[in-house]
């Protein structure tokens, strides 16, 4: 059984003393509306305190709820919440591309939001001497359910080892976290009514439970007949061999 309050007590003193030994002062986090940001900006707060911390809401055609959200969690946790609409930095990238002949694509829209949040995050980390927590969960992660040049860049991962499913459980634990965050339904809010099962093609539950037994948790690789199905294991395997090159160093040709 697996200590969850022990684990963001070890995450909060892993933070602090990589923020030590990093030479710079404090931390910055994108507060997006949703889980994972909500517990990496609780763990922030906590290894280094409020006035080493700065959360930021980074909207562009962003829904109202995740705003709220932010909003909520902003108090609770007793900072002030920045926000800084990037809509217009993305509406003239869309434009160029599209003076350029270019049918722009839903995913290149959603792709060019996240790295336009994520280079913000570092512009005003550069200001700070600040590091960038990332909200990489191991579920999204491992199956390459991020975006390269965005949200896959940061330069700590906080919760990086830990699956969707554990994340929730971690997060019941912290009281500052609103409830409304817990309870809906995961979305990154790229696009209009967008959630992360429907475009995945699987709930988290479904999908952690399936990587579990993909990285041999339970006595071996091939062990997972019983509950989760050929279907599932062969969807979830594919996933994350075609997600590798987002999770190495990218490769140098050697001469």
């Not at 697996?2 to 030590?20: A, G, R, V």
């Not at 710079?24 to 949703?34: F, M, P, R, T």
């Not at 990037?86 to 792709?111: F, H, M, P, R, W």
């Not at 191991?138 to 919760?159: A, F, K, M, N």
Request: aromatic share 10%.
């Amino acid at each position: 059984m697996i200590d969850y309050q022990k684990e963001i007590d070890n995450i909060s003193k892993w933070l602090l003393e990589y923020q030590k030994n990093s030479g710079c002062d404090g931390y910055i986090c994108g507060i997006s509306g949703g889980i994972d940001s909500a517990i990496v900006s609780s763990l922030c707060c906590e290894a280094v305190g409020r006035d080493k911390f700065i959360g930021i809401y980074l909207p562009c055609e962003s829904s109202p709820s995740m705003e709220e959200d932010s909003i909520q969690l902003a108090e609770n946790l007793g900072i002030e919440l920045r926000v800084s609409n990037l809509v217009d930095s993305y509406n003239a990238i869309i434009q160029k591309l599209e003076e350029g002949g270019e049918t722009v694509s839903q995913l290149t829209k959603a792709n060019t939001k996240a790295r336009l949040r994520m280079t913000y995050l570092f512009a005003l980390a550069n200001q700070y001497n600040y590091l960038v927590a990332g909200t990489g969960n191991r579920s999204e992660l491992e199956i390459g359910y991020c975006t390269v040049g965005g949200d896959q860049i940061c330069s700590v991962e906080p919760i990086g080892n830990f699956y969707k499913t554990e994340i929730f459980k971690m997060a019941s634990l912290i009281p500052e976290i609103p409830q409304s965050i817990i309870t809906k339904k995961p979305s990154a809010d790229l696009f209009e009514n967008q959630t992360d099962e429907d475009e995945l093609g699987i709930t988290y539950d479904r999908l952690d439970l399936t990587l579990r037994h993909y990285n041999g948790e339970f006595g071996g690789y091939d062990n997972y007949k019983g509950d989760v199905t050929q279907k599932e294991f062969d969807k979830v395997s594919a996933m994350v061999k075609k997600a590798r090159f987002k999770n190495e160093v990218p490769p140098r040709y050697i001469r």
